[in-house]
């Protein structure tokens, strides 16, 4: 995943200082076993293209999270979201709870979490960046057998 496919992908979502910190964190997080970064590609004939990144945090203990699902709008519907979420979810210890933020007003990306077991948490409404009214979402940790 190179810087420029981040700025292309992420230049309407955030500004140059956010591109900055997040090209940063992925770059670091290359190197952080806790941190797991997938990405999806699909080759429509042209060579293979990226058209989704997952990154989640995985440490051995304490809080899990995923912190980005992105798929691009023309992998939509391919089962590019349900092939990150799988593997992502292949990386955590379901035996812990593992939660997410959304934005409040993305109701199909929360009726796709609701679909691989998360539930919207009352009371934890917050807003990412001061600015985007956010949804706290959790998926219950399995019993362990």
Known sequence: MSTAWLEEVWRPRLSEAGIAEFAAEVAEGQHCPRIVQLVAELDDGAGPVVVGLAIALAPEKGPQELRVLYVASRARGRGVGSAL?????AH???????????AAFNEDARRF??????????????EFAGV???VTMTRRAAVAR
């Open 85 to 89: 979420m799988d593997a992502v979810l």
């Open 92 to 102: 955590m210890d379901l035996t812990r709870p593992v939660s997410l933020g959304v």
């Open 113 to 126: 979490y609701r679909r691989f077991g998360f539930r919207e948490v009352r009371g934890l409404e917050s």
């Open 132 to 134: 985007i009214p956010e």
